[in-house]
């Protein structure tokens, strides 16, 4: 077990059970509740389980089994301090194993920002795995990323050798502020939500992740990252399964109209997109709202074969 204490105000919005595998070496902590087909929630960067604790009461009353992971170096996680662990494809083996671990089947994969990379990369590993998919708030292509990744201000300076790792390792800047910048509601989120991210990376060299991850978004065709994300957009269309795309309409990272039809011409089942507000980080902003809408979509979808 981790030993990060979480405030009590957040010990009481995330009151689950943390579970642990090792995956390729690294403690991965998880919470598992409930029984009935998988919801597996795939967090980002620099968030982690607790993004979605609005999720997991509702999806158990409506009779599913939630898996919340950790990913390595966030939440309750191990945190590896050498760049090399961070790398997309070791994030998606990460996921991989654990999923492989647990023999989970007939699995609504709900991806969302650094949970989409991920949970594709392991959905397309494990195809007969998946039943569903449920597309929030990220891309699957390797360009153009979002206009949002192109400017200078602040992206480029903050993932330069020497101003990341000062403003996103030394002054936690992405898990310190990015969050609240990127909610609608940002009262409500100081209120209810900022602890979690401070308590979970409370020292440099526990960020490390929040400033390298990033440096994985492909921005030119010579990235190290640009042909996983081709791979992305050559073979996601293949996965024949229900797909439901939720934005926010607010989102100024990966806006709506230009994100979700894209999603909609690579994925042409897909239903949606389902608008809910919500910047970047929507389910701080709508997580009853979005849980509903996974719930309804599932029912819709449950006599598939």
């Keep these: 077990m981790s ?8 010990r009481a919005q995330w009151p689950w059970k943390a579970r642990s595998a090792r995956v390729n070496g690294w403690r991965m902590s998880y919470i598992d509740e409930g029984t009935g087909d998988p919801v597996v929630l795939l967090h980002g ?18 009779g599913h089994r939630v898996l919340v992971p950790d990913m390595i170096g966030f939440g309750l996680s191990e945190k590896p301090t050498r760049e090399q662990a961070h790398s997309l494809d070791g994030h998606i083996a990460n996921l991989t194993a654990l999923m492989r671990q647990l023999d989970l089947n007939e699995i609504t994969l709900v991806c969302h920002d650094w949970g989409g990379p991920t949970g594709f990369g392991f959905a397309l590993t494990d195809p007969h795995r998946i039943k569903a998919l449920v597309i929030m708030s990220t891309w699957a292509w390797p360009l153009p990323p979002a206009e949002f990744h192109t400017r200078v201000v602040p992206w480029r300076m903050m993932h330069a050798p020497l101003v990341g790792p000062y ?5 936690n800047a992405l898990a310190a502020r990015g969050v609240y910048l990127s909610v609608v509601d940002r009262n409500k989120f100081k209120v209810r939500g900022q602890a979690a991210y401070d308590a979970i990376l409370p020292d440099h060299a526990a960020r490390l992740l929040t400033w390298t991850w990033p440096r994985w978004i492909p921005l030119d065709d010579a990235a190290r990252a640009f042909d996983r994300f081709a791979w992305f957009e050559r073979e996601l269309p293949k996965i024949d399964r229900p797909v439901m795309i939720i934005w926010g309409r607010e989102d100024d990272v990966f806006d709506y109209k230009t994100f979700s039809a894209r999603f909609k011409k690579m994925l042409p089942q897909a239903e949606g997109p389902h608008l809910v507000t919500g910047r970047h980080f929507l389910q701080e902003d709508s997580g009853p709202e979005i849980a509903k809408l996974i719930i309804d979509f599932l029912v819709r979808n449950s006599t598939r074969g």
């Design 45 to 62: 960067n620099p968030t982690w389980g607790f993004l979605y604790r609005d999720f997991i009461k509702p999806l158990i009353a409506a």
């Design 3 to 10: 030993a990060i204490e979480l405030p009590d105000s957040i």
């Design 167 to 171: 403003l996103l390792g030394r002054h």
